[in-house]
C-alpha cells in the first residue's frame, strides 16, 4: 500500500554543490520506482552525527507516493548518490489518492 513520504534530499553537503544533471539523475530514479515526486522549496539543515560532529547542508524536501520497500530504495540511493553520512525521510501520510480524471464519477 502507498504512503506519502517526505525526504530531505542535500542541495549542497558543505563542500559542493550539486549540478543540475546530478539532481535530474536522482530524479529520474525516484520517478522510475514511484511515478512521480512532488520537489519542494529549498531549506536549511543542522544536525550532528553520533560523534558530536556537525553538518550544514541546504536541503530540498521531496514528496513521494511509494510503499515502504521503495521508499528504502529510494533512502539507500540518495545516501550513495549524495555520498551522504545519513538522510532523513519520514511519514506524512498513511492515506493517499490518487485520482485520475476518467476515474471522475
Given at each position: ?71 528504502h ?12 553520512e ?20
Open positions: 500500500m502507498n504512503k506519502l513520504w517526505e525526504i530531505l534530499v542535500p542541495a549542497s553537503n558543505g563542500k559542493q554543490n550539486f549540478p543540475f544533471e546530478h539532481h535530474k539523475a536522482w530524479d529520474d530514479f525516484v520517478k522510475s520506482l514511484s511515478g512521480g515526486l512532488t520537489i519542494l522549496k529549498t531549506g536549511k539543515g543542522y544536525w550532528f552525527d553520533p560523534d558530536g560532529k556537525e553538518y550544514k547542508d541546504r536541503i530540498i524536501p521531496v514528496r513521494i507516493s511509494c510503499d515502504e520497500d521503495i521508499i530504495k529510494i533512502i539507500d540511493f540518495t545516501i550513495n548518490h549524495y555520498e551522504q545519513a538522510v532523513m525521510c519520514y511519514l506524512v501520510s498513511e492515506h493517499v489518492i490518487i485520482k485520475h480524471k476518467n476515474e471522475i464519477r
